[in-house]
């Protein structure tokens, strides 16, 4: 009965007739624990796509996310998939909890990705998991865990993908918020600094050469 399932599943989603979005989760449900590398990327997917139909039912869009979660968790470490379907699960699910100001499993489904991401992603997947954090602890109110998030963010990218313009001046108010005015200080100070020396080389690009030169 499995075969004949997964052969229908199979022959459905091959039709020149393309299937519905529920007809294709029906069909990534039966064929992902057969071929897992295959199928589960795109169950994780099309649970997100169909969990924006019932936006408004919480529970149905927990469940249907959760699972999306589980299906990305189940993939192999080494699969180069994974790491962008626990990305498409996460923040599906982390929007849900903010949209509902589910602060705390915002706050609990951020420490999760990040953890996912000490354990088996690269140094981009653990810098996106931080700001996540980040973003998750500061809806609580938490500024200064939220400047260490950004701080370790910045140790785990080299120098130069750590976006300092977009990045310094959260940090410099995360810091101020949570007491901490030295350190605000040296992030704005480096942020101004930025802006002058940006300033300054334009200044030298557009300026017109004299008679002579």
Known sequence: ????????????LLSTDEPTLLQQVWAFRLL????????????????????????????ARHAL?????????????????????????????????????DHEQWLTLSRHRVDLARSSGGPAFLAGALYA???ALAGCGRFGEAADALHEQ?????????DRDRYLPQLSALLSAAGRPAEAHLAYGEHAARLAAAATESDGHHRLPRSGD
């Open 133 to 135: 954090l980040a973003t």
């Open 65 to 101: 996310l959760s699972e999306a979660l589980e299906a990305a968790d189940g993939l192999h470490p080494d699969n180069p998939d994974r790491n962008p379907a626990l990305h498409t699960a996460l923040d599906a699910l982390q929007t849900m909890h903010s949209e509902f100001d």
């Open 32 to 59: 992902a624990p057969v071929s897992p590398a295959v199928y589960r990327p795109k169950l994780t997917r099309a649970l997100v796509r169909l969990s924006d139909s019932v936006r408004e039912d919480h529970a």
């Open 1 to 12: 009965m499995t075969d004949d399932l997964t052969t229908r599943a199979r022959t459905m």
């Open 154 to 162: 910045r140790r785990v990218l080299p120098p130069t993908a750590w």
